[in-house]
C-alpha cells in the first residue's frame, strides 16, 4: 500500500483506460464501514461492513484483495480525525489499521489516501436516529457504512470539483489539457502523520 495525495489518487485514477473505483473506509475500533464510489466516481453507496480485530488482519487484507479484483477497486480514501491540537487516539488506531495492512503484503500496489472526517459519524447518527433502529448491532453497522459514504462521497465531491475548475482554468488560458501540478495539491487542513 502507498499513501498519495488526494488528488494524485484521483488523477491517477481517471487517466487509467480501465474502469475504476474507489473504496472509502470508516475505521472504528470494531468495525470498518465500507462505501463504494461508481464507475465515474461522482457517488459513493453504502457497501459493507467488516469486523475488526487484530487476530483478523490477514483475513481482513484477503478480504480486500477480493473486494478490489470483485469491483475494479483503485484506491482507498480513509477517514482520519484530526485536530489541530492534539494527535487522537481514533486518528492513531487509523493509522494502526492501515500499517498492519500494509505488512500483510496482500495490498501490494494499493494506493491510498486519507481524508478528513472530523465529525461525519455524528453527522450520520443526527440523520439515522428518526429511523428508531432498535438492534444495536445493526445500528452500529448502519452508522459505519453510511459514515464511510459521508467520507467517501466528501472526498469524491472535493476532486471532481477541484478536477472541474483546473479544467476550466485551462481551457479560459487556451490550453486544450488540464494543466495539474500535483505536487502543490494537498487535501487542505488534514494531516496524515500521527
Request: glycine share 6%; hydrophobic share 40%; net charge positive.
Amino acid at each position: 500500500m502507498r499513501q498519495v495525495k488526494a488528488l494524485q489518487l484521483f488523477h491517477d485514477l481517471v487517466n487509467k483506460n480501465e474502469p475504476a473505483r474507489l473504496l472509502g473506509l470508516d475505521v472504528g475500533d470494531k468495525y470498518v464501514g465500507l462505501a463504494l464510489s461508481d464507475f465515474q466516481n461522482k457517488i459513493a453507496s453504502p457497501f459493507s461492513v467488516l469486523v475488526r480485530k487484530k487476530s483478523n488482519i490477514d483475513l481482513m487484507a484477503s478480504d480486500f484483495e477480493t473486494l478490489i479484483s470483485k469491483y475494479s477497486l483503485k484506491g482507498f480514501v480513509v477517514g482520519l480525525p484530526f485536530s489541530c491540537h492534539r494527535v487522537s487516539t481514533d486518528a492513531a488506531q487509523v493509522k494502526v489499521l492501515i500499517d498492519a495492512l500494509s505488512r500483510t503484503k496482500k495490498l501490494q500496489g494499493l494506493k491510498y489516501t486519507y481524508w478528513n472526517e472530523s465529525f461525519t459519524s455524528k453527522n450520520v447518527e443526527l440523520l439515522l436516529r428518526p429511523l428508531n433502529l432498535n438492534n444495536a448491532v445493526h445500528s452500529k453497522t448502519m452508522l459505519d457504512k453510511f459514515a464511510a459514504v459521508g467520507i467517501l462521497q466528501g472526498y469524491l465531491d472535493y476532486v471532481n470539483r477541484k478536477m472541474k475548475l483546473m479544467e476550466t482554468e485551462s481551457l479560459s488560458a487556451g490550453r486544450h489539457e488540464p494543466d495539474i501540478h500535483l505536487e502543490n495539491c494537498c487535501c487542505k487542513g488534514v494531516s496524515t502523520k500521527v
